[in-house]
T-cell receptor, first 114, second 113 residues
Framework: AQSVTQLGSHVSVSEGALVLLRCNYS??????LFWYVQYPNQGLQLLLK??????LVKGINGFEAEFKKSETSFHLTKPSAHMSDAAEYFC????????????FGGGTRLMVKP | EAQVTQNPRYLITVTGKKLTVTCSQN?????MSWYRQDPGLGLRQIYYSMNVEVTDKGDVPEGYKVSRKEKRNFPLILESPSPNQTSLYFCATPVGLDTGELFFGEGSRLTVL
């Protein structure tokens, strides 16, 4: 069974600092990997996805993530944090099973200090 | 505009009082699913449906029922809610074929007292 681990349930950075949110996965087959963002009182919005093309994936709002098969990681980064980036971020993996199920990590709440 | 609409968005109820959370999508998709979100646990799949009259259990189906009588609707039924079903619920449908990406509704926050 696949699983996703997000290191750090809460991450705090200063405005303008590097954002690094960690995600490690386990999967028996080459996975599809996703980062979703959830702003307060809203649903989930796709930030970016890896579907076996380029290993460095660029998403919306300046975020990017790198798929590293040898490390089974898919960490999310942004060079310079903005106050509007404060949200909860979820890493997810899909093996495209019949149920089309996404397996999510526990989430990381990003706080941005002025 | 693609939409997944859930109702109610917020609900406070009491133990044992049956309730239904509705989900409707306007994309004519065959596949729909329900997730619950809990702190520290992320989202976990409750049930999914591959097509009308075809449903199956996800990871955490206990205490829930679903039905799929029409393609656009996929209601989640709590026959006898308990406090451990207090959660944020999301309905979802795929974006495209075989992408793994899901399009989520805005969520329904349920509190069971």
């Amino acid at each position: 069974a696949q699983s996703v681990t997000q290191l750090g349930s809460h991450v705090s950075v200063s405005e303008g600092a590097l954002v690094l949110l960690r995600c490690n996965y386990s999967s028996s087959v080459p996975p599809y990997l996703f980062w979703y963002v959830q702003y307060p009182n809203q649903g989930l919005q796709l930030l970016l996805k890896y579907t076996s093309a380029a290993t460095l994936v660029k998403g919306i709002n300046g975020f990017e993530a790198e798929f590293k098969k040898s490390e089974t990681s898919f960490h999310l980064t942004k060079p310079s944090a903005h106050m509007s980036d404060a949200a909860e971020y979820f890493c997810a993996v899909s093996e495209l099973t019949a149920g089309n199920m996404l397996t999510f990590g526990g989430g990381t709440r990003l706080m941005v200090k002025p | 505009e693609a939409q997944v609409t859930q109702n109610p968005r917020y609900l406070i109820t009491v133990t044992g009082k049956k309730l239904t959370v509705t989900c409707s999508q306007n994309m004519n998709h065959e596949y729909m699913s329900w997730y619950r979100q809990d702190p520290g646990l992320g989202l976990r799949q409750i049930y999914y449906s591959m097509n009308v009259e075809v449903t199956d259990k996800g990871d955490v189906p206990e205490g829930y029922k679903v039905s799929r009588k029409e393609k656009r609707n996929f209601p989640l039924i709590l026959e006898s809610p308990s406090p451990n079903q207090t959660s944020l619920y999301f309905c979802a449908t795929p974006v495209g074929l075989d992408t793994g990406e899901l399009f989520f509704g805005e969520g329904s926050r349920l509190t069971v007292l």
